[in-house]
Structure formats: C-alpha cells, structure tokens
C-alpha cells in the first residue's frame, strides 16, 4: 500500500489534466515510468493521437512502442528525443499503430551523431506485410514510398540513423527476445487481433515489469502467462460489452479485459485505445472491468505518465 500511496496521486494529476497542461518534464524524471503518447484509436472522434507509447529509463526516452497518427506531435511535446532510442516495437500494421513512423525517423538526417536503433515487429500474412518487408515498402532504395529516407538502413545519404528491422513470428508459443541492453530485456509475444498479426511487448527493468498489449480478442490464454508479475499492464479500451461479432472478434470487451487482469493480477492496469464510441461509455466500462479486477485502473490520455517504483 506504501507503493500505491506514493503512485496514485502522481498518476492522477495526469489523468485529469489536459495534454496542453500536462508537465512535459515530469515523466522524464520519474527514473523508469510509461508515458501514452497517444490513448486513442483510428477515428479522429475521439480528438486523441492513437496508439503510442515511450518508456522513459533515467531521464531518456529509450523504448518507443507504436507510432500512430499524431505520436509524431506528442513525441516532440515529452521531451523525447531520436537519438535516445535504442528499441521501437510495432505492434501491427494498421495506421492508428504506425502511421508516424516515417515522421518520427525522419530526424535521423538532424542527429548530432550516429546511432542505430532495433524496429521489431510482426510476421506478415496474405493481407499485411512482415516488419521487414514494410521496412523496405516504406524505405527500399527504388522502391520505397519514401526511397529518399533509404538510408535508414544503415546510416547513409545524410541520415546519421541506422533502422535493423527484425520479424517476430506471432504464431510462437514462446516469447521471443527482441531487446537486450543496460539492465533493459524487452520480448514480443503474438496476441489475437482478429486476422491481423499482432505483437504484445513485455518490459523488464531493474523497478519492474511494463506489459503492453495492443489490440487483441483475448482469446489466446497464453498471454496471460506472458504477462505474469506485470507493474504496470496497458490494455487496450476500444469496445463495449455489447459490441458486434466484428468488432469482438477484433477486439476484447470489457468483460474479458477485466477477466485477463483478474488473472495476471497486476500492481496496476493501464487502459488505452480509446474511441469516439468507448469514451462514451468509459466510466461504465470501467466499472465493468472492476467487476473482476481489484486493482487500481486508469483512463488514460494523451501524455499520462505511470511512473515504477522500487519493488
């Protein structure tokens, strides 16, 4: 309770305030923490960036998850900076998940010096590509969309940033390493979101263990175990209840959110991905969530901050 009396006003103060007021420093000094980049999803009526979300480790940025619509704005307004990553994890390829990579990679050509950075993310199907071929859609030299950013690859043509694309086979029944450095492991673990492959990111640190899922049905029991002894777990808050077949079969409701943090008993519960429709019926979703989940559980926005503390 001592931890949780220390975290929850700190939580709150962001919550409810405003992205505008929101302190842009503050997350940078929390020692490790989570901050939403964007808490929204792919219909501009919930006036959010969609999904994205930093990890900040003694004062830098290092882990970037997701790069929705919008991210490219709330990145520059936390303070983070390229040059601190050394891990960007795309969960799937749909737009509100990485429609601002290109934007965000771009400040390679404005680096004050070299570095490299891993970019992980799914296998590919008949209907979405693998990481790598995105990469090379987006990147390739002659073929890219954006050909003139083909130096990402390795550092070239005035771009100071080198981008190792690597696929993770979202059909493993294990979790796969995908990160590994100063104390830091990230792994991916494939979660169900309907026909689209799909990655959720488990983050150890030396204060714990950040766990977050993107879009998913909650249909694959082993993710449960994937996100056992989770601090923090971030789950998405894109439906209700009484959603239809294609939207259940996409995503989870409330219901089963609450039933899939019951079981991984987190120190705390994180929801995102919010729509025009959820953030309507948000309270009584949450209330839902709490049915099973004793928790504490917060509504994220656009720059909310969740600091780890010492376990």
Not at 140 to 150: F, K, T, V
Not at 261 to 288: C, T, W, Y
Request: proline fraction near 5%; hydrophobic fraction near 45%.
């Amino acid at each position: 309770m001592k931890t949780l009396s220390r975290l929850v006003p700190l939580v709150l103060g962001l919550i409810l305030a405003t992205p505008a007021a929101a302190d842009q420093t503050s997350c940078s000094k929390s020692g490790i923490a989570l901050q939403l980049l964007g808490s929204g999803g792919p219909i501009s009526d919930d006036a959010r960036a969609s999904s994205g979300a930093i990890v900040w480790i003694n004062g830098k940025a290092r882990l970037l998850i997701d790069a929705g619509g919008g991210t490219y704005l709330r990145f520059g307004q936390s303070g983070a900076r390229l040059e601190d990553l050394d891990f960007i994890g795309i969960s799937h390829f749909h737009t509100d998940h990485v429609a601002d990579l290109p934007a965000i990679l771009k400040g390679g050509y404005f680096l004050s010096s070299s570095h490299a950075v891993t970019l992980a993310g799914p296998t590919g199907n008949a209907h979405f590509p693998s990481m790598t071929a995105f990469f090379a859609r987006e990147f390739g030299r002659g073929q890219g969309a954006y050909q003139y950013l083909s130096g990402l690859g390795n550092a070239t043509d005035g771009l100071r940033l080198a981008v190792h694309p690597a696929d993770v086979r979202v059909d493993k029944p294990t979790r796969t390493l995908v990160f590994q450095g100063d104390g830091v492991t990230v792994y991916a673990f494939g979660i169900p979101h309907g026909d689209v492959p799909a990655l959720a990111f488990r983050i150890e640190t030396p204060k714990g263990v950040i766990v977050l899922s993107a879009d998913q049905n909650g249909s694959r029991k082993a993710f449960v175990g994937f996100a056992a002894g989770a601090d923090i777990l971030m789950m998405p808050a894109a439906i209700d209840d009484d959603a239809d077949a294609q939207s259940r079969f996409l995503h989870a409701t409330p219901t089963v959110v609450g039933k899939l943090a019951a079981e991984i008993k987190p120190k705390m519960l994180v929801l995102d991905h919010f729509m025009g429709r959820s953030l309507i019926d948000k309270d009584k979703n949450v209330q839902i969530i709490q049915r099973y989940y004793h928790g504490p559980v917060f509504a994220s926005r656009d720059l909310s901050c969740f600091p780890l503390f010492n376990r």
